[in-house]
């Protein structure tokens, strides 16, 4: 110990030296992938822009006014069109018609975003963004197979809120086409997908329930089941940086919003199969997409791993990576 103590004093200003050095690599380091993260989203959503084509007689960008969806007969309109399907949604919406607007919604955006019934998606959704009637600019944003997604500029009626000006609110819609007839996902919510894909890793087995999509995020429901003969633990820390997905470009998108974000890791006993919902900060783009799940740390041993006394230097521990294409 002295020995130790004697060689910190004489080499203060060098340790000094190598820990600022240190730091100064791990900020520059974070500093360029938060730099080429944000650069390829951004070159992601160029090409998106470039490439909106025109189909199913709708252009890239429609305006509707107040007197384009008032009358009865855009209820009557079918829904083979996005410009009727959305006229038709927003008419609903603006008299107050909450059932025939709910019936309107597919049954994976009324599962992902608990819209239950119709009532609730009224109350949680349609007394919200239609509190006062609505106009709206509808903007074509990217298409996916037999999915279309919008970007949604309502404008709401200044005579019936009585305010200064107009309320100004963007949303993303994706109109998905099914027997020739489109149904709406809102909310921002692009799609989802139904997996139940199972991974096995020396006795840790993984199964991804279903993938859910948002314009500004990606949402992963998975089952881990502990077959070990230990506790095991996902760690777990401030910034989610240890549980992330990536794409071909090995781009990394951290966990979000989720358990693995509150400081504290994730514990699975012996035998047990808990079920964890993680957000990813991964925007939607039909041509970036990932290619993996990664949890870099998952200790093999939790209860030893807790008595350890410097945790920092514990080793029993592995990384799994997950095929998620």
């Known amino acids: 110990m002295d020995n130790l103590k004697r060689f910190i004093n004489r080499n203060q200003k060098t340790i000094i030296y190598i820990v600022i050095a240190i730091v100064f690599i791990i900020i520059i380091f ?47 309109l079918n829904n083979d069109t996005i410009e009727n399907t959305m006229k038709k949604f927003v008419s609903y919406c603006n008299s107050g018609d909450y059932n025939s607007a709910y019936n309107m919604i597919t049954d994976e955006c009324k599962t992902a975003l608990k819209y239950n019934n119709a009532k609730i998606f009224k109350e949680t959704y349609m007394d919200i ?77 993984v199964k991804i329930k279903n993938i859910n999509y948002y314009s500004r995020y990606q949402e992963i429901t998975m089952e881990i089941t502990n077959k070990t003969d230990k506790s095991i633990a996902i760690a777990g820390n401030d910034s989610g940086t240890n549980v992330y997905l990536t794409n071909n470009n090995g781009t990394k998108y951290y966990a979000i919003n989720s358990e693995f974000n509150e400081g504290k890791d994730v514990e699975i006993i012996k035998d047990e199969t808990k079920e964890i919902t993680v957000r990813f900060n991964k925007t939607y783009s039909s041509s970036n997409t990932v290619n993996k799940l990664v949890f870099s740390k998952v200790i093999l041993d939790y209860q030893e791993y807790m008595n350890t006394h410097n945790r920092t230097s514990y080793s029993n521990i592995k990384m799994i990576e997950i095929d998620c294409n």
């Open 30 to 76: 974070n500093g360029v992938n938060y730099y080429y993260t944000k650069k390829e989203e951004k070159n992601q959503k160029d090409i998106l822009d470039n490439n909106i084509t025109i189909e199913n007689n709708y252009y890239n960008e429609n305006n509707v006014k107040f007197n384009d969806i008032k009358t009865e007969s855009v209820k009557n």
């Open 129 to 205: 963004r239609f509190e006062e009637p609505q106009e709206y600019k509808l903007t074509k944003w990217a298409s996916d197979n037999n999915k279309v997604v919008c970007l949604v500029s309502f404008n709401g009626d200044i005579l019936a809120s009585g305010g200064a000006e107009f309320t100004v609110n963007d949303e993303y819609y994706t109109f998905v086409k099914k027997d020739d007839k489109y149904k709406i996902n809102l909310n921002n919510y692009i799609y989802g997908e139904e997996k139940n894909e199972k991974y096995i890793f020396d006795n840790i087995n």
